[in-house]
């Protein structure tokens, strides 16, 4: 399996609620040092309805700025919103609150 397919792997098991940072996906997908190529395969996501990527953020909870979600942060702030994530003035998650524990978490 490629490191993509891994990295949608790991996106799917996000669940509802959480969130997970790019260099978090990338180190669950195998590889720790690929956090940016975790960005480039979220904008080439083929299965948006099954693959969760508005679920993951940078390092500092960021949302993206980026076209992937159509109207940048404002939707990937929605989709966040409708799943009881909150997200701040500065389009921030607080990693503490919403963040992804997967051991915790499943």
């Not at 996906?25 to 508005?54: E, F, S, T």
């Not at 609150?97 to 051991?103: H, K, L, N």
């Amino acid at each position: 399996m490629g490191f993509f397919q891994e990295v949608y792997r790991v996106v799917r098991d996000i669940p509802p609620g959480r969130v997970a940072t790019y260099g978090q996906v990338a180190l669950l997908a195998g590889n720790p040092r690929m956090a940016r190529q975790v960005g480039w395969a979220l904008h080439q996501n083929p299965d948006p309805a099954q693959i969760p990527c508005h679920r993951v953020v940078n390092r500092f909870g960021g949302l993206s700025a980026a076209f992937a979600f159509g109207d940048g942060r404002e939707e990937q702030k929605r989709r966040l919103n409708a799943e009881s994530v909150e997200v701040d003035e500065n389009y921030c998650v607080d990693l503490t609150r919403f963040g992804w524990r997967p051991s915790i978490d499943a």
